[in-house]
């Protein structure tokens, strides 16, 4: 299996964002709002940040001219949310959201909100997806918070030998 960590939720989204909008040089504009709080940590695993590029593309791909990468904090988890301007899910998509090959795509596409909603379960949390009044879509990554054991980091922003599991308090 893949090798489960932490890492700190504005780094994560930094370089995703970075990345994301050299990739496809600033079209649409992708806005970035981190948490601000440095200390915010969400287990991970290495094919987290590809869940949430596929989040991007689709938005790209459907058509959105702007796309908003947020990231904020609910008591005990970090919601990672894609928000966008595109023309919104049809609502039999809705209706089965993050299954196998489901998408307004055509046939043979879907595979990356598949890929999504399974590293969300993963990770202990959830994929959901609303359409937003006025046109445009949201799709919410929910994933706990994880409890930092170090302060020892490297350069990707993880605790090497760090155990994932739930902050109490």
């Known amino acids: 299996g893949e090798a489960m960590g932490s890492v700190a939720v504005d780094q ?7 990345d994301w909008i050299a990739v496809h040089d600033g079209v649409p504009p992708l806005t970035l ?11 991970a695993e290495p094919a987290l940040p590809q869940a949430m590029w596929s989040l991007l593309e689709n938005s790209a791909e459907a058509g959105a001219t702007t796309i908003d990468l947020q990231a ?12 966008d301007d595109g023309p919104g899910f049809p609502d039999a998509q809705l ?11 055509g ?16 990770l202990g949390g959830t994929l959901e997806a609303f359409n937003r009044d006025g046109g445009g879509a949201i799709v919410r990554l929910l994933l706990p918070l994880a409890s930092v054991s170090s302060s020892k980091r490297d350069q990707g922003g993880r605790d090497d030998g760090e155990k994932a599991g739930h902050r109490r308090g």
């Open 95 to 105: 209706a089965n959201f993050g299954r196998l090959y489901q998408s307004s795509k």
């Open 72 to 83: 904020s904090i609910d008591r005990e988890r970090v919601i990672l949310s894609v928000t």
């Open 33 to 43: 709002r981190p948490t601000g709080d440095p200390g915010a940590r969400v287990t």
């Open 12 to 18: 994560l989204l930094g370089r995703l964002g970075a």
């Open 107 to 122: 046939e043979g596409h879907g595979l990356g909100l598949f890929l999504a909603s399974n590293v969300a379960r993963r």
